[in-house]
């Protein structure tokens, strides 16, 4: 797991607003290549849409934000490269239930990246044997578990070939069981030295995998360190009080 | 004082047709089909009777004979002298014509006031809103009679076109007629005409296929194949190298050029309405019956199908659409891809349920005057032959077969595109 | 790595948002203005508004209130705007409101519609409201069926009373025999005793009654109903009486006895394929004909019967997707607990389907109302049809567009605030406390 | 028989049109007037001894013999053609006539025509459910002229659209377009054609059958215009009731011999029925005569011995 | 806890089809009066069906099934009579969520069993105090938690003085917390010698009140043992593997 230098995220006094609401305050975060972000944070706090910008999912309203050297404006160009470079997952999944899993890998890649069928169905069986689920490919998404679909959802953003990863909450709408597969799938993505942003609560996961652990409050990042300083050694007391409800469950 | 007794088995009681699950379902359904058939027993007998006593007896032979009345507005060649059987033909053609144009346009508008409703314009959104809801709730008969009064109170009548000013003009360069009496438009003459085919001789149900029709309509479906073929080389294109090349303007070659060659073969022209006399004459002429029949029932029915489109997007959710984004796809391709294969699915079945409604609904053309089936058969040959059960019975018929065919469509339809689920 | 560790001190505080985002500017420019095409849109919607308004609110406004006669009112627009074009002759409405509402209803009694119209909403509130209502109020809905009819027909009120003793013999005979025998020969004998009560001994009963205690209120002919208040009649009626018939039809499409299935599927799609005028001809011109020589009953009556089969149909359907919407559970708890099928259907099913079914009931109660107008075709006098009659007044011939927007309207605030609120029940269970 | 029912019920029922200007309309009381409901108003009196004792049923062109042939009406009092084909084959008994008109044309001056053989291709517009579309049908056949019919459910409608010129001709029966230009506008610029194309007779009709009730209606029919001929009013019945020198009158009215009696019906029958609305001419002018707004003259409807059709059998 | 030689439930050569599907093969089980039976089994074995079928919400094609000494068989009658001696509680608790608790639990002794409401009433509110809700009896379904619901369904049965009582996963859909709760009252009932039949996965629970546990796989009756034996030295291949899954995990 090395961390180059380059940078693969900027994000320099970002501000956001829901209408009157300022979601998102001053950020700035800078990732490198290679580096691997668990963000935490109560509800409400604005993990979530600080990862749906990222994508352009939301838009923010002032500050700058380069991903991957381009900067996110209102330029379809722009926003197009950035989404061939970002992949995401949602914690809905959000699989295309109309199409068979292998369409669902496919689909992207063929529309977007117009790569021939042919080749882009190899890649999305590569992946799928990535995630463990290779003879599902000709199933709906309808037919299997939560947990085997967010593998396909985490296979059918890596058909893109993304440099970057975003995950919102992978795991949080699976039953217990089903969590352990979808974090050894995350971790061996890890381990390849794929960038990641993680929003999660799986603390485990975080001491094992992120070189980096962000903590957000009130749209603001509150604190951040390494995950051991982090865990072992919080020092704002939100950071405390926050940890000690999540740990002493 | 037989010594032969019966094998032991369980005999039966007459209690067990009470209480016993196995017999319990058919004594029930004895009962009630007993009960049934006794309630169809006493209204056929008393129908019976009281046909007797008015000196009515059920007999079809009155279809046969001279209709005696006239149609304005008819698809096939039809006069008074005809029979009563094709008068009722000419009628269901009538029904059908304006149950399939007005289902079309009623798609048409309420997909794009659907839309237009989940608009981020607030001004459109309301606007469209407020049709909505105006022609809900509204009976269609109203609707259907005010749009008759519109047409005919707004629009200029033929003699509004005479003299040297005229105060009214004909529109698109001289072509088209728009008159309080209907809308003229030109129509296709073929002066090297191939002639027609007569079918079913001269019975009620004759009619006639014009082999430059023929003509036309097998070009056109060789063209449609021949770009398909192409749209298809297209696709296979794409899966091998990933790019579709473009092809619409072979596609459009394909499409013009044979039919071109051959209307010019065919001799065709246009034959353009004209004044004279009374009202205009040449071209093709639609009765404002038809387009007040039309306009209103499309429009009241887009309606309700905007409000289902709306719910079908609706129903699809946010995070489909935020999922075809992160990939990278662009909105068109997203709706196309994405969002519009799963709200189909949610849209059809009430969709075709209001197209049902549609058909239903045209028997009100009455009110206006349009020639249905209803107002044929159901009203005037009813009304000059007497023959009140024959022609509710068979009017109703009609419309039930007509009924039972969209739902045995929608049927399909559903069990085609159910989700697999687990 | 020390150069990762960041600690905030100092919270930021919350900050207003640009200019452009908020207020009038933000608003319009979000919701009117955001890119080209939005903008086109905008103008072409404000140009729509404005041409229709244009036409309509002067129409409306510069109108003449009071006049005997169309060629009055002509005289009142030339004198006082120079043109009898673009302008509203109110006058007819005027003239006429009381009739278009309450038809031919005698005046002095036009307190008995309205109460039973008032009646009706008390009758449904503790329906609709269960949870604010106190259950006591149900007996005014189990009284209403069988006082609406004396307070609208009048005459006798040993008529309406024989019709519930009609159920109470009924629910007598379930009981007995249900206790001796059977459920369901106690169910069948219930229903023949109330069958031969009502086509046999009724009529002595109320004969003898009324002659021993004549108590009743002037009678009203069915054929002096009319105007709006027909419309309403006729689809409280519809939809009343069909509710009992359409959840028969549903169970019996439900149930797993194949001939009462297909009968009722049968008779659903039967009624639901064929147009409403269709099934108002057969009202008209065939219904006499299906029943004994010599019945007569008049057409308001025979209206009510096909409308009320058309509902049921509908209804069923509506009733079947709240049956449709229990889990199997609540069967399964039901017959664990050992109910019999019309206990359970009785205490745990229908109570809970029909609460479901609620928004759809009054959604096809709009449907009904809006479809009674085709009444005016069978020449019965609706709004519609009474509209039809006014201008065949010497006084009122050639008027048109006021009586139509009249009735539009009268539809419009009545079908609009029932959709609005079935929108709300529908929230309302979506979200529900159970 | 229906004499019996009725005077059981106490009530008449009589089917009249949904409205027809100056035959029958619902005024803003709910009273009907009109014409037609005149008589029914007549044999209401005459039956019963009260004119207002009436139910007036509204029929449509396609429900008003169902409506007779169930019973539910006692007599169709609804500007109805006396055909053979409705009096043999629907199998009803019309009583008589009370007005004699003919199918006509209106056209708007403007358009210059003066006689209806110069309507080829026109639009003419129709009531359905009437003989009259089977008269225009034959007529423009029989002529050899082509023309468009707009059928149309209402008198009102018809007009609406024939003034806003989305059809050329009007045509029904001649009363009616009478009746409806006098309420026009200009009604001056509008024509009648000379053409009458066929021979209406409008009468009430009752079941067939039943010779009793029919003999009612058609007696209390000709009462009124034999009333007229003898010159008995409203306004001098009462005094003529109390007996005077013609037999004949003194018959009608019931101080001399047993007509009411024959017809099962009170000895003043007649004289309660011209007091309903008055003898035939007096009907005639309040409903539908020159003073009206509708204006009709009498033409073929006045008395025989004044040039018209209107001739009562005697009454003895 | 004793149990009597009287015997309760008597299933002889039970099958039971769905359509060409054999769910349920051969079951022969004799329950005693006051036998505590636990039945365990992967999912898909036929646990629920066949405790279904005691109480006749599933029909069975061949073999006899004698509850209390009479007979399953299409009688209603019989029927009837089984059930009011046979009280079921279900996986989701099937409360009736439009009546209040007290109404849940007198519905069937009055309509059922025609008990004076009053009477109805006492009973319920004795039940409800054995299950520790009786402060909650005017309440409705909706507003109770899950563990308080599977009490009321509980009391609910109780309520019919049934002699045996089944139960089909009771605690399967409740949160860790609430299970406790609801077993605590299964093991007090079975302290005062109630018959009951339990699909359950709840091992704790089996060893501590079961006289038996029956394992079934594959619609059919696998090994059944005292559950001491049973966890201890299971003897068959496929119980070994299901033990290992379950207390494994
Ligand atoms: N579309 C929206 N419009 C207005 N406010 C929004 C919108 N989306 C989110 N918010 C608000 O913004 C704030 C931040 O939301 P966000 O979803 O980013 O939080 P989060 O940290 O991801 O929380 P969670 O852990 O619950 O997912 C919340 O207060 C939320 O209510
Ligand atoms: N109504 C039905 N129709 C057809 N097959 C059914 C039906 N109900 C259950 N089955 C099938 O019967 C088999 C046994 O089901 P059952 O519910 O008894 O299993 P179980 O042991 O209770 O499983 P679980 O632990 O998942 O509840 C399963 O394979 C199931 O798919
Ligand atoms: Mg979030
Ligand atoms: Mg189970």
């Known amino acids: 797991m090395q961390v180059s230098d380059e940078v693969a995220i900027e994000i320099n006094g970002m501000n956001k607003w829901y209408g009157a609401f300022h979601v998102l305050r001053d950020i700035n975060l800078t990732v490198n290549q290679g580096e691997r972000i668990v963000i935490a944070g109560p509800s409400g706090s604005g993990k979530s849409t600080l990862i749906r910008c990222l994508n352009a999912l939301e838009e923010h309203q002032q500050g700058t934000i380069m991903v991957d050297g381009t900067e996110l404006s209102n330029d379809l160009k722009n926003i197009d490269k950035i989404r061939s470079e970002v992949g995401m997952v949602f914690q809905h999944f959000n699989l295309f239930p109309h199409l068979t899993i292998l369409e669902n890998c496919t689909l992207a890649p063929i529309w977007v990246r117009k790569t021939p069928r042919k080749e882009a169905e190899e890649t999305a069986m590569h992946f799928l044997e990535k995630v463990k689920i290779p003879e599902q490919a000709l199933k709906y998404p309808g037919q299997l578990s939560g947990g085997q679909q967010q593998r396909v959802a985490i296979a059918r953003s890596l058909c893109m070939r993304p440099r970057i990863m975003l995950f919102d909450e992978p795991t949080s709408a699976l039953d217990p069981e089903m969590i352990k597969e979808v974090l050894d799938t995350m971790i061996e993505l890890a381990e390849e030295g794929m960038t990641m942003l993680c929003v999660t609560h799986e603390m485990g996961f975080a001491r094992q995998v992120a070189n980096r652990v962000i903590f957000m409050d009130a749209g603001q990042i509150v604190e951040q360190n390494e995950p051991e300083e982090f865990f072992n050694n919080p020092q704002s007391e939100r950071t405390k009080l926050f940890l000690s409800q999540i740990l002493g469950h | ?422 | 790595m020390s150069d990762v560790s960041f600690v905030r001190t100092e919270m930021l505080p919350e900050q207003a948002p640009p200019a452009s985002e908020v207020g009038l500017i933000g608003w319009v420019r979000h919701n009117l203005f955001s890119g080209w095409f939005n903008s086109i849109l905008t103008v072409i919607s404000l140009y729509a508004v404005y041409y229709v308004l244009s036409g309509v609110l002067p129409w409306t406004f510069q109108s003449v209130w009071n006049a005997n006669s169309l060629t009055e009112c002509r005289e009142i627009m030339m004198a006082t705007w120079g043109s009898t074009h673009g302008h509203a002759c109110w006058a007819v409405i005027n003239d006429r409101w009381l009739q278009l509402l309450f038809g031919f209803y005698p005046s002095h009694l036009y307190w008995r519609p309205i109460l039973s119209l008032v009646l009706l909403l008390v009758a449904l509130a503790p329906v609709l409201y269960s949870d604010r209502v106190p259950t006591k109020m149900l007996i005014i809905t189990g009284i209403y069926p069988f006082l609406m009819p004396f307070l609208m027909w009048g005459g006798t009120i040993w008529g309406p009373m024989s019709a519930a003793i009609g159920f109470v013999l009924g629910w007598f005979v379930y009981n007995l025999l249900n206790k001796q025998l059977s459920e369901l020969i106690g169910m069948i004998g219930a229903a023949v005793a109330a069958v031969i009560w009502w086509l046999i001994l009724s009529s002595y009963f109320v004969g003898v009654m009324d002659s021993i205690l004549p108590i009743g209120i002037e009678a009203v002919q069915s054929r002096q109903f009319g105007g709006f208040m027909l419309a309403i009649l006729l689809g409280v009626v519809a939809i009343g009486v069909s509710l009992p018939i359409g959840i028969v039809l549903a169970l019996g499409r439900q149930s797993d006895l194949l001939i009462v299935k297909y009968m009722c599927v049968g008779f659903i799609e039967f009624i639901r394929g064929v147009p409403l005028i269709t099934l108002l001809f057969v009202a008209s011109l065939l219904l006499n004909l299906f029943l004994p020589p010599g019945t007569n009953f008049d057409i308001i009556l025979r209206v009510m019967i096909m409308m009320t089969l058309f509902s049921a149909a509908y209804m069923a359907e509506v009733i079947r997707g709240g049956l449709a919407a229990l889990p199997r559970g609540q069967y399964e708890g039901a017959d664990s607990l050992g109910l019999n099928y019309w206990q359970a259907q009785r205490l745990i099913i229908m109570p809970q389907a029909l609460k479901i079914s609620i928004p759809g009931i009054v959604s096809t109660f709009i449907g009904i109302f809006k479809d009674t107008v085709l009444v005016s075709i069978i020449g019965l006098f609706d709004v519609l049809g009474l509209a039809n009659a006014i201008r065949a007044d010497t006084a009122w011939n050639g008027i048109y567009w006021e009586l139509f927007a009249f009735i539009g309207a009268l539809f419009f605030v009545v079908c609009f605030s029932m959709s609005r609120y079935s929108m709300y029940l529908e929230r309302k269970l979506q979200t529900g406390h159970h | 028989g229906t004499v019996d029912d009725v005077k059981a019920r106490g009530t008449l029922n009589c089917g009249v049109t949904t409205g027809l200007v100056g035959f029958a309309a619902p005024d803003a009381n709910g009273e009907w007037q009109g014409f037609d409901v005149s008589l029914c108003r007549a044999v209401a009196a005459a039956v019963l001894g009260d004119a207002s004792a009436v139910e007036f049923v509204p029929t449509t062109g396609k429900t008003r013999f169902t409506a007779l042939a169930s019973g539910e009406i006692d007599m169709l009092a609804r500007n109805t053609t006396w055909t053979f084909s409705r009096d043999v084959d629907l199998k009803f008994e019309f009583i008589g006539v009370n007005y004699y008109d003919g199918q006509g044309f209106m056209v708007p001056k403007a358009l210059g025509v003066s006689s209806a053989k110069e309507l080829d291709g026109a639009t003419v517009c129709i009531q359905t459910g009437t003989t009259t579309e089977l008269n225009l049908a034959d007529f423009f056949r029989a002529n050899n002229i082509s023309y468009e019919p707009v059928p149309i459910e209402t008198n009102a409608e018809a007009q609406q659209q024939y003034l806003a010129g989305a059809c050329d001709v009007y045509t029904t029966d001649a009363s009616g377009l009478a009746a409806t230009r006098a309420t026009f506008e200009n009604p001056d610029e509008h024509v009648l054609l000379p053409e009458i194309i066929s021979k209406e007779p409008l009468g009430p009709l009752v079941r067939h059958g039943d010779h009793e009730w029919g003999d009612v209606v058609r007696w209390t029919l000709n009462a009124l215009v034999s009333a007229e001929e003898l010159g008995v009013t409203s306004a001098n019945i009462d005094e003529l009731s109390a007996g005077t020198d013609n037999p004949e009158v003194n018959r009608l009215l019931g101080t001399e011999g047993t007509l009411g009696e024959m017809l099962g019906l009170d000895a003043n029958w007649a004289a309660n029925a011209i007091k309903a609305g008055g003898n035939y001419g007096e009907v005639f002018a309040k409903n539908i005569g020159e003073e009206t707004p509708i204006g009709l003259a009498r033409g073929l409807n006045a008395q025989w011995t004044d040039g018209g059709l209107l001739y009562s059998p005697p009454f003895r």
């Open chain 2, 1 to 422: 004082m037989t010594t032969l007794t019966d094998p032991p088995k369980e005999h039966f009681r007459l209690s067990m047709l009470l209480y016993d699950t196995r017999y319990r379902s058919a004594t029930i359904q004895v009962i009630a089909l007993i009960g049934f058939m006794l309630l169809a027993a006493w209204i056929i007998s008393n129908t019976i009777q009281n046909l007797e006593a008015l000196g009515k007896p059920v007999e079809f032979g009155f279809f046969g004979e001279a209709a005696s009345y006239d149609i304005n507005q008819r698809l096939l060649e039809y006069n008074s002298r005809d029979s009563h059987l094709r008068a009722a033909f000419i009628g269901l053609l009538n029904t059908l014509v304006v149950a399939v144009l007005g289902c079309i346009t009623a798609t048409i508008i309420g997909v794009l006031v659907g839309v237009l409703r989940l608009s981020k314009n607030w001004l459109v959104a309301r606007v469209m809103t407020v049709y909505v809801e105006m022609f809900r709730n509204v009976p269609v008969l109203l609707w259907i009679v005010l749009a008759m009064a519109i047409l005919i109170e707004s629009l200029p009548a033929p003699r509004a076109f005479r003299g040297d000013e005229p105060e009214a003009t004909m529109k698109l360069f001289d072509s088209v007629a728009i008159t309080n009496r209907g809308v003229y438009v030109p129509d296709f003459l073929f002066s090297r005409s191939l002639g027609d085919i007569h079918l079913f001789g001269t019975s009620s149900l004759r009619f006639d296929i014009s082999l430059d029709l023929v003509a036309v309509l097998i070009v056109l479906a060789g063209s449609i194949f021949a770009m398909r073929k192409v749209s298809a080389f297209a696709a296979a294109k794409q899966e091998s190298t990933g790019d579709r090349p473009t092809i619409w303007y072979i596609q459009l070659g394909i499409l013009f050029a044979p039919m071109v060659i051959l209307l010019t073969a065919l001799g065709c022209h246009l034959g353009y309405p004209e004044l004279t006399g009374f009202n205009f004459k040449g071209g093709t002429h639609m009765r404002n019956s038809l387009i007040a029949l039309w306009l209103a029932l499309s429009l009241y029915t887009a309606a309700f199908i905007a409000e289902i489109v709306r719910a079908g997007i609706m129903a699809i959710s946010k995070g489909q659409t935020e999922a075809a984004s992160a990939l990278g796809l662009r909105p068109g391709r997203t709706m196309r891809l994405v969002i519009l294969p799963q709200a189909l699915r949610v849209i059809i079945p009430p969709m075709i349920s209001n197209y049902l409604n549609l058909t239903k609904n045209s028997s009100l053309a009455i009110a206006v005057g349009y020639m249905d089936i209803t107002g044929t058969l159901g009203g005037i040959t009813m009304n000059q032959t007497g023959r009140e059960l024959e022609c509710v019975l068979l009017l109703m018929l009609v419309y039930l077969s007509i009924s039972l065919s969209i739902s045995g469509v929608m049927n399909w339809y559903n069990n085609r595109v159910k989700l697999v689920e687990r």
